[in-house]
Structures are given as C-alpha cells and as structure tokens.
C-alpha cells in the first residue's frame, strides 16, 4: 500500500472543510476513539464529555468527513454505518468481529490492485468499492460446544482509547 502518509493536526481544515467547533469537536472525540461507532455512539460519547453538539451536527459532520476522505466507514449486521477516524490519507479495509466490534487494518493491496485492472480493462474511471469483511476474533471465538456471542459489547469497553489513536 505504500507509505503512510500522516494526516496534519487539522485534517478538516486541510481537506478544505471549514474547521468548526463542531467539527474539531466530532474530529476529537472520534480520534479517540478505538473502534468503530455509530453517530448516536458518537454523540453519547460527546455528551459524556460536556459537548452540546447536537446529533443532527454529528451525523452531517460524519457525512462530510466521510465524503473528505477522513474516516472509514463499515456497515454493521443491521445495515448501519459505522465510523472511525483515518489516521493517514490511505484508503483501509477492515477485519470487524461480530461479536465484540472490534477492528483490525488488513493489507488488502492485491483487492487495490484488482479494482485498479478492473478499471483498466473497463474503461471505468473513479472506480470505488466496498469490501465488509467480519468474523469472530479470538477472544471471542467459542468452544467447541459453544455458540458464538452475538451480544453487543459495553461501549465504554471498546470505544476510547485514553491516550489518542487508534488500537489494531
């Protein structure tokens, strides 16, 4: 996939957004975040740290951000959209566990690759995909004569990360 090119303490203003209280706002709580969320998640989040954005704030935000290129966006079992920030310009494909939310990057250049001849050989141009790929990671993975878990995780145990960043 090449280098990682990181992204600037701005991303917003740098993509040729505005950079708004409310955007710096979803753009903060959202890069602390460790896993994928909602909007309504994302909005819980922002209230429990004092935020008033509204929730129609969050979800035009997330759709901006999204369109910029700034976060990925995942659909869940039920069809929602599910965000995190991009921490590098670089477009990412996910392992997401069904049962406990949890993400993992994935090297998907030979994916890259294939669209990049399909478009060729086409003739298509500005080609996009999408690619859901989920499973059940190891921590959750049963025994032998266990079903595997399909309850929601709490959110708080998957969603900030204390320091900033994202986990793997």
Request: charge should be negative; aromatic fraction near 4%; glycine fraction near 12%.
């Amino acid at each position: 996939m090449g280098e990682a090119e990181e992204r600037p303490k701005d991303p917003a203003g740098a993509a040729g957004m505005r950079s708004t209280r409310q955007r710096r706002a979803v753009l903060d709580v959202l890069g602390r975040c460790r896993e994928f969320v909602s909007a309504q998640e994302l909005h819980a989040l922002m209230l429990d740290s004092g935020s008033t954005v509204g929730l129609t704030t969050v979800y035009r935000t997330l759709r901006e951000l999204d369109r910029a290129g700034l976060v990925d966006v995942v659909r869940d079992e039920g069809g929602e959209r599910l965000y995190l920030h991009r921490p590098t310009a670089e477009h990412r494909h996910y392992l997401i566990c069904r049962c406990c939310g949890r993400s993992q990057s994935v090297d998907a250049e030979a994916v890259e690759e294939w669209a990049a001849g399909l478009a060729e050989a086409t003739g298509f141009t500005e080609l996009e995909h999408t690619l859901e790929l989920t499973g059940v990671c190891g921590r959750c993975r049963p025994g032998a004569d266990e079903q595997p878990c399909r309850q929601a995780p709490r959110l708080a145990d998957r969603l900030l990360n204390a320091g900033g960043g994202q986990g793997a």
